[in-house]
């Protein structure tokens, strides 16, 4: 079954930089968009980042220039390059991915189970 694991997250310094992955396995037929998410306590969870298979990318307005996204289609992972961190940046941070699971069609959302990182003042 499909399956998305992240990695990456942790503890850094006001002003460090993080990378963040998310890997696919369980043999999916076709991986179309994939993003990032987050959520902070006690509020609703965002969108931080997606791209398209073709690379077309999507950034909330407030963290372009500091957060990239990127994918590697033949490793069925996506990126996520955090460089300037904030404090406001706490968060879990989550993977998604539409995904077609076989050949007779259709696409559903996957989620990770998320990775916490923490910006210390």
């Known amino acids: 079954q499909v399956r998305l694991v992240e990695s990456g997250g942790g503890l850094v310094e006001a002003g460090g930089s993080l990378r963040l992955s998310c890997a696919v396995s369980?043999?999916?037929?076709?991986?179309?968009?994939m993003g990032w998410y987050r959520q902070a306590p006690g509020k609703q969870r965002e969108l931080v980042a997606r791209?398209?298979?073709?690379?077309?990318?999507n950034y909330q307005d407030s963290l372009e220039g500091r957060f990239t996204i990127s994918r590697d289609n033949a490793k069925s992972t996506v990126y996520l390059q955090m460089d300037s961190l904030r404090p406001e940046d706490t968060a879990v941070y989550y993977c998604?991915?539409?995904?077609?699971?076989?050949?007779?069609?259709?696409?559903?959302?996957?989620w990770g189970q998320g990775t916490q990182v923490t910006v210390l003042s």
């Open positions: 791209i398209t298979r073709e690379g077309i990318i």
């Open positions: 369980g043999s999916p037929f076709s991986i179309h968009r």
């Open positions: 998604t991915a539409l995904i077609t699971y076989s050949g007779a069609g259709g696409a559903d959302d996957y």
